[in-house]
T-cell receptor, first 115, second 116 residues
Framework: AQSVSQHNHHVILSEAASLELGCNYS??????LFWYVQYPGQHLQLLLK??????LVKGIKGFEAEFIKSKFSFNLRKPSVQWSDTAEYFC?????????????FGKGTKLSVKP | DTGVSQNPRHKITKRGQNVTFRCDPI?????LYWYRQTLGQGPEFLTY????????KSRLLSDRFSAERPKGSFSTLEIQRTEQGDSAMYLC??????????????FGQGTRLTVV
């Protein structure tokens, strides 16, 4: 069965620190990969997604993610976080060709940024 | 607001009662999804519709759960004979899935169910 693992449950950083959140998936076939963010009190929003092509994907708000097929990984990065990045981040995967809404999510990583 | 709308936002019910939640997707979206999220977990897929047809159901969707999308617009999720284990956030999402255009899923803010 497909699954998504997010390595960190809670990450605490100071403003301007660099961020990397880990995500690994288990699925042998071709997959589509997503990072969603949920700000406090708000709905899930898409940060970025990878379907094919350049494995370095740039998303909104300065976030990027790198797909490494050999490692089954899709880590999220940001060079310098801001207090406003405080949120919960979810990695998700679906089968290539499947609906973009039929997703398997990781458990999420809560990011707290100290001002 | 033209996003996905869910009602009610919160629902407290006694064990054994039936509850129904409503989801209004983004108007042109033909696909609609239901997810459940419990504390400390990511959203778990329950079911999805293409227009009015229910195309896939998760094993999580026991026979006490039923979802409908009668006219291919809004959807309802009903839980019969609620149990304490049903306490969770129920999320709805929608997307546009056509040959020439596919969008990501847009999520609503969810309905938080508490069964006491």
């Amino acid at each position: 069965a497909q699954s998504v693992s997010q390595h960190n449950h809670h990450v605490i950083l100071s403003e301007a620190a660099s961020l990397e959140l880990g995500c690994n998936y288990s699925y042998g076939g071709t997959v589509n990969l997503f990072w969603y963010v949920q700000y406090p009190g708000q709905h899930l929003q898409l940060l970025l997604k990878y379907f094919s092509g350049d494995p370095l994907v740039k998303g909104i708000k300065g976030f990027e993610a790198e797909f490494i097929k050999s490692k089954f990984s899709f880590n999220l990065r940001k060079p310098s976080v801001q207090w406003s990045d405080t949120a919960e981040y979810f990695c998700a995967v679906n089968r290539n060709g499947g609906s973009q809404g039929n997703l398997i999510f990781g458990k999420g990583t809560k990011l707290s940024v100290k001002p | 607001d033209t996003g996905v709308s869910q009602n009610p936002r919160h629902k407290i019910t006694k064990r054994g009662q039936n509850v129904t939640f409503r989801c209004d997707p983004i108007s042109e979206h033909n696909r609609l999804y239901w997810y459940r999220q419990t504390l400390g977990q990511g959203p778990e897929f329950l079911t999805y519709f293409q227009n009015e047809a229910q195309l896939e159901k998760s094993r999580l969707l026991s026979d006490r759960f039923s979802a409908e999308r009668p006219k291919g617009s809004f959807s309802t999720l009903e839980i019969q004979r609620t149990e304490q284990g049903d306490s969770a956030m129920y999320l709805c999402a929608s997307s546009l899935d056509r040959e020439t255009m596919n969008t990501e899923a847009f999520f609503g803010q969810g309905t938080r169910l508490t069964v006491v």
